[in-house]
């Protein structure tokens, strides 16, 4: 069993991200994990308020398949600001970081000929349940149990664990998934 290491809150800064990991040891110059038997868990709050915000998405996807190949693992969490890209708000979101998401005029029926590209409109086909970073994020969790550890973005109420701490992430990822309602503010208008 190898050390582990929680880091916060990247908000968008691929810069730092990279920075992080590698002085936790997890990446190299690269890119590439290094990190051997080390797990890293990313408590959420990857997007917004940077311009590398889907860089780093990729970036920390590419490396828990790198990292379970090694026999370590890099554990990815979705924060408050994941929740809000998938219900649509983007008050957050930088010009680089709606930029960013342009290629997704590919991946939605949205962009007619004649329509005018809208940075917002390609960011919300990727992050509205059911889009395919909202998928990707469906894969992660909100509250990690690990051995005798609990990580999560904000913090555990006592009647989240009645709840049932499964119980949320399977719902949570249903919803991200696009199979279930759930955690909507009313119709995004896209």
């Known amino acids: 069993k190898g050390r582990i290491v929680a880091i916060g809150d990247l908000h968008g800064d691929l810069d730092a991200a990279r920075r992080v990991l590698k002085l936790a040891g997890a990446i190299d110059a690269r890119d590439r994990w290094i990190g051997k038997n080390l797990t890293v868990v990313q408590t959420g709050d990857q997007l917004d308020?940077?311009?590398?915000?889907?860089?780093?998405?990729?970036?920390?996807?590419?490396?828990?398949?790198?990292?379970?190949?090694?026999?370590?693992?890099?554990?990815?969490?979705?924060?408050?600001?994941?929740?809000?890209?998938?219900?649509?708000?983007f008050r957050y979101v930088t010009p680089g970081g709606f930029a960013a998401f342009a290629d997704m005029a590919l991946e939605t029926p949205l962009a007619h000929p004649g329509q005018t590209p809208s940075p917002v409109r390609y960011r919300a086909v990727a992050f509205l349940p059911g889009g395919p970073y909202a998928r990707r994020l469906a894969q992660r969790a909100v509250v990690l149990v690990l051995g005798d550890n609990v990580f999560v973005h904000g913090g555990v109420l006592p009647q989240h664990v009645d709840y049932g701490l499964a119980r949320m992430n399977h719902e949570y990822q249903a919803w991200l998934a696009g199979k279930a309602r759930g955690l909507t503010r009313g119709p995004v208008k896209i």
């Open 49 to 89: 308020r940077g311009d590398g915000d889907r860089a780093i998405v990729d970036l920390l996807d590419k490396l828990a398949i790198e990292s379970r190949a090694a026999g370590g693992q890099l554990i990815v969490l979705n924060g408050n600001h994941e929740i809000m890209n998938a219900q649509g708000d």
